[in-house]
């Protein structure tokens, strides 16, 4: 498994980063947009990596490309 | 018990309040109360018509101060004079007191006297002026026609040469219209008439006459070079000079009669040509004075203007205050023994407490022994739905209060909206450079927000300004899915090693295959070795694809919980039971599946295993057509496990459908078998009953009324009218349920094809931005030297442009409909119940931004 263990280092990021926004967010009457904005947004963006992540982690196919310039 | 803190999560704790306030400080507390601007005054007076109300003597005599204020702003823009701006005044929102009002009522009345006076001599003194020009006109025409009579007379050598008329019949005679040429020429017996006609009727008032008079008229005319002005519209008319030299003293009356009626000022000119010049001098140092008066009057005019235009705008504001608070007043039922007023007011429960120190306040001020006092009632009526927004969650409440009033209480969708609305845009609009772009348009809209706020903006830009935080909170997001994505203007960014490597060829070359560093993956995003590869469609639509079914599933699926949250609350097991838990199985047994296995192949290593991966897209149709068959297996046991999925899916559906309608129906026969009995459908035992009758009566049937005889003050709840009560129909429930179920069943398989829309506006989105790049840019590095530079810079201009108006506004508007088609269709149908009342406050801050004074 080639660096199968990333999502979940990637998880406990993000659970740890939602845990502080819990509670570190602003006191007072925001405080609820504070924290469903910061957990959500980290949830929908590890989302996103994790998908893309795990899309490449056992590619079916490689690049092929004809036009190479040699370097 | 303290209410609980009003968070945006769900609507503020609504009370219905009642107010006893003395008639005396009516006025006061009322315009207290719209500077708070959190009670919404229920009108009370539903019956009356807007003439019957007790302060509608009040209102009337505002609108004219307020016709006055408009009559001097409408002054001020005639003369151009600038009206101070509020933003100018320190604190043009204190409410004045009444005599203040009275006060500005006089002086704008006497103000408005005055300027009218002194704007209808101006426009007098005007009339006058373009009398006097048109007469010069005249005077120098007329005096042209009869020095050139004179001049053909020395040359004809008439014989009567002492009357200055007769070269003029002579001239009429070679026209060969003086039929009266062979008569005697008798100085009396020719007239003519002079005067000014707008150039447009000449041709009908030169018919006219010929038809009136046989031809017996000789005329001549000239037109007035500038155009004279109207001084009652300002509008400018050209105007023709005409004499008319005529033979009668009839025939002079009737020309004069026709001129007038066709709108012809006339004037009179001498014949003589001393006198005629004598007239001239007149009229000259008449116009001189009278312009010097006129600038005098403009000028008195204008100070005037000037010095009401220093606090017009601050008046503006007090009428229109002072206005809305006698309409509310309006609303409030008036106890003529008691001279109190009674108001009901929703307010939010967190707010009575301010309310009722405001209430104190203002009393105190009155020195009133009399408190006002504030109740609070409890009623069956549904209480208006209100959400404190700041200037941040204004936009994405707005977005969800287009859609539909968020019922009372209700789990608020606003709130998890302002990450999954920016979030699901930029999953189409993934490109880290537009995302730039997009951020910083918004961050200079924030930093310069008061100076915009101010200003007026139009419509597009406005719309753009409104919605300044969702389209920061876009660009955040493009930038970032533009990473994940490896965009950046269509060009790839190599942030980290590639985890692809060329192969060599046999020339030595390297291509066109590659293969993979072993044990690596590319950390963060699409690989940028896929940009510009033949085969990265084939790459990235099969990740676009999944990622969209991905992130389709996890929206839905989390929409769908708060409908579980909502039922928790309002205390309705049988909506879990009976629709979210059957829903929650079907969906999941259904696209959770699907999604699991997106995720179990990409985990698997299909190359090591030395298996070709199976086709999801045809498992998932033959997991319908022919349950048991595995084709191309997934994994062990995987036959099995569908069937499972299937059976419980299909369960689900009679469960869903039944569950809740014959719960419903059950629970109404126990009801009814224990006797309880539809409020409207049993006669009323009550004590009360007298009072409910009279109270209709004289109250119209309200929710409550605040007076009865023994000067007591109760409240009936006029329950019998209750809008909230529905009688239970048992087929009526089981078509809803029905027609829910279909629903909810269908769009669980249109929702998630829906959310391919992702894939399909980024893959447009990328290929755009990559088509304009190879169009414009590709081309420019093709030149070399100064005049590539030159031509580069002109390309990038064009590049530039056609990515910010094409890609960022266009394909933007675009991208954020389906967005928000994402979030109202497929997101909110799963659990927003949506059947509140909004919540109205009378506020001067309200009032003052729907209608601005400019």
Not at chain 2, 11 to 40: C, F, H, P, W
Not at chain 2, 376 to 381: A, C, D, N, R, V
Request: charged share 20%; glycine share 6%.
């Amino acid at each position: 498994m080639a660096n199968g263990f990333a999502p979940f280092i990637g998880l406990i990021v993000v659970a740890l980063f939602c845990g502080g926004a819990w509670f570190a967010a602003p006191k007072g009457e925001n405080q609820t947009v504070w924290r469903s904005t910061l957990v959500l947004s980290a949830v929908a963006m590890y989302l996103m990596w994790v998908i893309t992540f795990l899309a490449q982690l056992h590619p079916l196919i490689s690049p092929i490309r004809s036009d190479l310039r040699p370097e | 018990m303290a209410p609980p803190k009003d968070t945006m999560f769900r609507s503020a704790d609504m009370s219905l309040t009642q107010l006893y306030i003395a008639n005396e400080i009516g006025r006061e507390v009322v315009s207290a109360l719209g500077e708070l601007g959190v009670m919404d005054f229920r009108d009370l007076n539903l019956e009356t018509t807007a003439f019957q109300r007790t302060f509608t003597q009040e209102i009337r005599r505002l609108d004219n101060v307020e016709r006055q204020l408009r009559y001097f702003h409408s002054q001020m823009d005639k003369a151009t004079i600038p009206m101070r701006s509020i933003y100018d005044f320190n604190n043009p929102f204190t409410s004045p007191s009444a005599s203040e009002i009275d006060e500005l009522a006089d002086k704008s009345q006497s103000l408005e006297n005055r300027i009218s006076s002194l704007n209808e001599s101006y426009e007098t003194l005007k009339k006058r002026e373009v009398e006097l020009t048109e007469w010069r006109w005249v005077l120098r025409e007329a005096g042209g026609f009869f020095d050139r009579a004179r001049g053909q007379t020395e040359e004809i050598r008439q014989s009567i040469d002492e009357s200055d008329d007769a070269p003029l019949l002579r001239d009429v005679e070679q026209n060969g219209q003086g039929e009266a040429a062979e008569r005697s020429f008798s100085v009396m017996n020719i007239g003519f008439v002079a005067g000014v006609i707008p150039r447009e009727r000449v041709a009908a008032f030169e018919r006219i006459l010929w038809r009136t008079l046989r031809g017996n008229l000789y005329m001549n005319q000239s037109e007035i070079p500038e155009p004279i002005i109207n001084p009652e519209n300002n509008e400018e008319i050209s105007k023709n000079v005409f004499i008319i030299f005529a033979h009668g003293k009839e025939i002079i009356a009737k020309i004069r009669k026709i001129s007038e009626s066709l709108g012809a000022d006339l004037y009179s000119v001498d014949e003589n040509s001393e006198l005629r010049r004598d007239q001239v001098q007149e009229v000259n140092t008449r116009l001189s004075d009278l312009a010097s008066v006129l600038r005098n009057t403009k000028s008195t005019l204008d100070a005037e203007l000037t010095a009401i235009s220093r606090s017009l705008a601050a008046w503006m504001v007090i009428i229109k205050k002072e206005k809305a608070t006698y309409q509310t007043l309006n609303k409030f039922s008036y106890d003529h023994q008691r001279k109190t007023l009674i108001a009901e007011a929703w307010a939010p429960t967190n707010s009575l407490g301010l309310i009722k120190s405001t209430l104190q306040d203002v009393n105190d001020r009155a020195g009133l022994s009399v408190p006002t006092i504030v109740n609070q009632i409890k009623t069956t009526k549904t209480p208006p739905t209100y959400f404190k927004t700041n200037r941040f969650t204004l936009a994405f409440q707005t977005i969800i209060d287009a859609y539909g009033t968020i019922k009372y209480r209700e789990v608020n969708p606003a709130l998890p909206t302002i990450v999954t609305f920016p979030f699901l845009f930029a999953v189409m609009f993934g490109d880290f450079g537009h995302g730039v772009i997009i951020t910083t348009v918004s961050v200079a809209m924030i930093y310069f927000e008061r100076k915009l706020l101010r200003s007026k903006l139009d419509e597009l830009f406005s719309m753009i300004f409104y919605g300044r935080y969702i389209v920061f909170m876009m660009g955040i997001f493009s930038m970032y899915t533009g990473l994940l994505y490896c965009d950046a203007f269509s060009k790839e960014l190599p942030l980290f090693k590639s985890m692809w490597e060329w192969d060599e060829n046999d020339k030595g070359d390297l291509g066109p295959t590659s293969h993979r560093v072993e044990g690596y993956t590319y950390p963060f995003g699409l690989d940028w070795r896929w940009h510009e590869t033949d085969n990265d469609l084939l790459f990235s639509n099969s990740y676009k694809m999944k990622l969209s079914i991905l992130l389709g599933w996890c929206h839905m699926t989390f929409s769908l919980c708060w409908s579980l949250v909502n039922a928790r609350y309002f205390h309705t097991p049988i909506d879990i039971w009976g629709n979210f838990v059957p829903g929650m199985i079907f969906f999941q047994s259904i696209f959770g599946y699907l999604s699991f296995t997106i995720v179990y192949k990409w985990c698997v290593d299909w190359a090591a295993r030395g298996q070709n991966p199976p086709s999801l897209l045809n498992m998932l149709i033959y997991m319908f057509l022919k349950p048991g068959t595995i084709e191309a297996p997934l994994f062990k046991g995987q036959a099995g496990l569908q069937i499972v999925l299937l059976l419980m899916a299909l369960a689900c559906v009679p469960v869903m459908l039944f569950l809740k309608p014959f719960y419903l129906r059950y629970e109404h026969n126990k009801a009814r078998a224990l006797g309880y009995r539809g409020i409207g459908e049993s006669t009323r035992v009550s004590a009360l009953d007298d009072d409910d009758d009279e109270g209709q009566t004289l109250n119209g049937g309200r929710e409550s009324f605040g007076d009865d005889d023994d000067g007591i003050a109760m409240i009936t709840q006029d329950i019998g009218h209750g809008e909230e009560h529905e009688e239970f129909e048992f087929s009526e429930v089981m078509i809803h349920q029905v027609i829910h179920t279909i629903e909810f069943c269908l769009n669980c398989v249109s929702h998630t094809a829906s959310y391919l829309r992702l894939w399909a506006l980024s893959l447009a989105h990328q290929r755009l931005s990559i088509v304009l790049w190879d169009m414009t840019m590709k081309i420019g590095f093709g030149f070399t030297g100064i005049v590539g530079a030159i031509i580069m810079v002109i390309i990038f201009g064009g590049w530039f442009g056609l990515t910010v108006a094409v890609l960022c506004v266009m394909e933007g508007t675009s991208a954020m409909l389906h967005s928000l088609r994402l979030h109202w269709v497929e997101a909110m149908s799963k659990h927003f119940i949506g059947d509140g009342v909004p919540f109205e406050p009378f506020s001067f801050k309200v009032l003052l931004e729907e209608e601005p004074i400019e």
